[in-house]
């Protein structure tokens, strides 16, 4: 095989390159978000423990969101993961496909369609996520608004 013939599997396997490019951000994205979510869980703990009753009901319930905002994040990530890793090996089989001369388009297919299906799983978990830490932010504001009328 010449570079001329070369070049347009080149070109082919650079879209899934791009995708996993994109989905790295996103993963960038999550593990932020997943770091936030253990250090205030943290500091949420530490607070738990000299609480008052009231205090603690509040604490607990935020604590409580919080595992679960980590399984979702955790979740996000790992779908992310299998995204990134479906592009890569689609990237690998259209490469070899074309340079064998193989015909794999339903392995291509195949892939895509999981890379794609992760990928949309990854971003509805993500979705669940950002929707639980705004029912954490409510139960912190009922939280406040009670404090001030003690």
Known sequence: MNLHDLIPILQIAVGPVI??????????????????VIDRS???????RPAAEAERRQL????????????????????????VLCA??????????????????????????CCMGSLIASLWAFLLDINLSLR?????????GERTRE
């Open 19 to 36: 995708l996993i490019s994109g989905v790295g951000l996103l993963l960038l994205s999550m593990t932020n978000r997943f770091g936030r």
């Open 42 to 48: 943290r500091e949420l703990a530490l607070e738990l």
């Open 60 to 83: 607990l319930a935020q604590l409580d969101i919080l595992s679960t905002r980590a399984s979702r994040l955790r979740q996000a990530s790992a779908l992310a993961i299998v995204s």
């Open 88 to 113: 890569a090996v689609l990237v690998i089989t259209i490469f070899v496909a074309a340079l064998e001369r193989y015909e794999g388009g339903t392995v291509v297919a195949v892939l895509f369609i």
């Open 136 to 144: 954490a932010l409510k139960v912190e504001i009922r939280a406040a």
